[in-house]
């Protein structure tokens, strides 16, 4: 298997999320080693969470199974259950279908460094449980109701 230099991987800031949504994930970076890797079935990203970010809205997949592992600092996890600290060589699983809204803080003072895994899944769709918010791969981001939000400027 060919090694990756995760050097040459490109770094995507932020999210996609519609304004207001956007502003607490704003910080964080990834990097697709599943893509530069030309995998198909699932992805890997290597995420940095700077302090005070947020690594997504809180939300849960139809159709995707995620996984996460902590490889440096520390990271709050909220789920329906309530808090719980992630550390160095953690890990979370998030079943897909399962209506248990996920994501990660980081409330340390310390960038924290973590692999997301996931399924590729076509058809799959995310639900946001804590905000107007729903996606979908046709519609793209969408209020509860099926309106769409306005795309962002430069983007059509």
């Not at 999320?17 to 030309?38: D, E, S, V």
């Not at 996890?77 to 996920?102: S, Y």
Request: net charge negative; proline share 8%.
């Amino acid at each position: 298997m060919p090694r990756i230099d995760i050097d040459s991987v490109p770094e995507r800031t932020g999210s996609g999320y519609p304004a207001p949504f956007a502003q607490l994930a704003g910080a964080r970076i990834k990097q697709a080693l599943g893509n530069a890797g030309g995998l198909a079935d699932f992805g890997v990203n290597l995420t940095r969470l700077p302090s005070g970010a947020w690594s997504s809205q809180r939300h849960w997949h139809t159709h995707e199974d995620e996984f996460v592992y902590v490889l440096s600092g520390e990271l709050t996890l909220i789920t329906d259950a309530g808090e719980q600290t992630l550390r160095a060589n953690d890990c979370a699983a998030f079943p897909k279908a399962v209506a248990d809204g996920h994501h990660l803080i980081n409330r340390g003072t310390e960038t924290a460094v973590y692999l997301e895994i996931g399924s590729r899944c076509e058809n799959d769709s995310c639900n946001y449980p804590d905000i107007d918010l729903h996606w979908d791969p046709q519609a793209g981001y969408t209020h509860r109701d099926g309106t769409p939000y306005p795309k962002p400027p430069g983007k059509t």
